[in-house]
């Protein structure tokens, strides 16, 4: 941030990856920062980390300070026995080192394994405890008015208030901020929730000596699009955009504000804007891009390799019609084990063949392969595929070219009922915390966008269909 002088740095914003509630996609979000000259941001969506590589990356190449973090839902008020469960508040939690982000990826993934067993509606959630154990390295906000801090204030419950601030304050020492949002309606009056929350939050700042913080919770670019936006949050929850019943929980103020427009709205409260150019400089961790990481199946995987290879394509020419000499098989086959290694992957060919091997041994439906990885030979000497790629002439440089550098992808079909005893093989063989799951993120279509649209609208079916 040197050569800078700014005034006010964006700390909570949402990107597209906050699921069905954010709208800024990532690039957007950079070219934002640069059109206000902001030399910092902050990327911190709603109980997942996917944008933190692809912000990292994007931010830095634009001369922009990442600043990666995450708005994480506590349960901050568990229910009493015969209870209601509640739903659980929002804090937001930036890394201001290595150690940070790696304490912030172990939250992440608590939310979606005890978390989410054992709270309201299985709802993703960590409690204080597993922040206590979790803390070093990161940087707390107390979630403004919707956080626990700004619920109790809000509720008018002053004793928890404090007692979830002192825990807080505990657990994040010399780096707990007390966060402050202005989402002004008309006339430029606060939200009832919002103004309660903000007397009660300041008063108990100053008392206990902890610093205040000014964020916008930013959702879209312009205030132009909330009509838009809303609409999106309807087809998410169900709803309709003209139904009676309150459901709107933001306002066209949840936008990209600039400096001037955030330094205007809290000039009453300096110390809240200084602080968020005190907590960019805090905040000096970017996720790098690296390798893949793959186990080692084997002292020699080069040789190993070759001789599971070249035994595989001897028992498959025993038994298969084949539609070339057996000179043709073994040049193409040596051919292709001359680019694998070449691209630095026997031990990728190893560990996909070892747990499709155990799969057909276990009598666990797989296969037969398809996509550019039924073209390899080498695959289907393996039993990786069971398509000879020689008698329907496919080409091994669609799926593997050294000219395209990139990690081998076999699209890989296992049978639903069994399938979690493959990944249960996978990690006891090679360690669970080895194994990772990755998400498929689905894209509103344009088609589908339209229909849902028009449903949240409230149009007749008839018109949808014709969408």
Same mark, same amino acid.
């Given at each position: ?6 005034? @006010? ?7 597209? #990856? ?18 206000? $000259?902001?030399?910092?941001?902050? &990327? ?9 590589? $692809? ?27 015969? $209870? ?53 390295? +990161? ?9 626990? &801090? ?37 006339? =430029? ?20 000596? %902890? ?42 103020? #949840? ?9 205007? %709205?809290?000039?009453?409260?300096? !110390? ?54 057996? !000179? ?6 040596? @051919? ?25 041994? #276990?009598?666990?439906? &797989? ?22 790629? %020689?008698?329907?002439?496919? +080409? ?13 992808? @076999? ?19 090679? =360690? ?32 949808? +269909?014709?969408?």
């Amino acid at each position: 941030m040197s050569g800078t002088n700014p005034r @006010f740095i964006h700390l909570r914003t949402h990107t597209e #990856h906050s699921l069905l509630e954010g709208a800024v996609p990532v690039k957007k979000l950079v070219d934002l920062c640069k059109a206000a $000259e902001m030399p910092a941001v902050a &990327v911190t969506d709603t109980n997942n980390m996917f944008a933190a590589l $692809e912000f990292s990356v994007t931010a830095k190449d634009a001369g922009l300070q990442p600043i990666i973090g995450c708005q994480i839902s506590i349960a901050h008020d568990p229910a009493q026995p015969g $209870e209601k469960p509640r739903l659980p508040a929002p804090i937001v939690l930036l890394a201001q080192d290595e150690a940070g982000y790696l304490n912030l990826m172990r939250l992440n993934t608590r939310l979606y394994i005890d978390g989410a067993m054992s709270g309201s509606a299985n709802l993703p959630q960590v409690t204080l405890d597993e922040l206590a154990r979790q803390s070093d390295g +990161l940087i707390c906000l107390t979630g403004g008015p919707t956080g626990p &801090v700004g619920r109790f204030h809000a509720a008018g419950q002053q004793a928890k208030a404090r007692a979830i601030l002192e825990r807080l304050a505990a657990i994040y020492p010399n780096r707990l901020y007390v966060e402050l949002q202005r989402h002004a309606g008309p006339g =430029g009056a606060l939200p009832e929730a919002e103004a309660l929350a903000e007397r009660g939050a300041v008063d108990l700042a100053y008392e206990m000596n %902890l610093p205040l913080v000014a964020t916008n919770d930013v959702y879209f670019p312009k205030p132009q699009m909330y009509e838009a936006h809303d609409a999106l949050i309807c087809i998410a929850e169900g709803a309709y955009v003209d139904q009676q019943q309150p459901r709107r929980r933001l306002t066209p103020q #949840h936008y990209f504000k600039s400096e001037a427009e955030m330094c205007a %709205l809290f000039a009453d409260l300096p !110390e809240a804007l200084e602080n968020t150019v005190e907590i960019a400089k805090r905040c000096a961790f970017a996720v790098k891009k690296h390798a893949p990481i793959l186990p080692k199946f084997a002292d020699d995987e080069v040789q190993e390799l070759r001789r599971q290879a070249n035994e595989g394509l001897q028992a498959r020419l025993a038994v298969i019609p084949q539609s070339a000499t057996p !000179e043709d098989y073994q040049s193409r086959l040596d @051919f292709e084990l001359g680019i694998i290694e070449k691209m630095g992957f026997p031990g990728y060919f190893l560990i996909v063949a070892d747990f499709i091997n155990w799969a057909k041994d #276990h009598n666990i439906p &797989v296969g037969p392969g398809r996509g550019s990885g039924a073209g390899s030979l080498v695959a289907y000497a393996l039993r990786i595929t069971d398509l000879d790629p %020689l008698r329907y002439a496919l +080409l091994f440089e669609r799926f593997l070219n050294p000219e395209r550098v990139s990690m081998p992808d @076999f699209d890989i079909d296992f049978c639903m009922d069994r399938r979690e005893e493959v990944i249960s093989y996978v990690q006891n063989k090679y =360690g669970r915390d080895r194994v990772a799951q990755i998400i498929t993120f689905g894209k509103l279509a344009a088609k589908q966008a339209t229909r849902d649209t028009g449903r949240v609208l409230g149009l007749p079916y008839g018109v949808r +269909l014709k969408a």
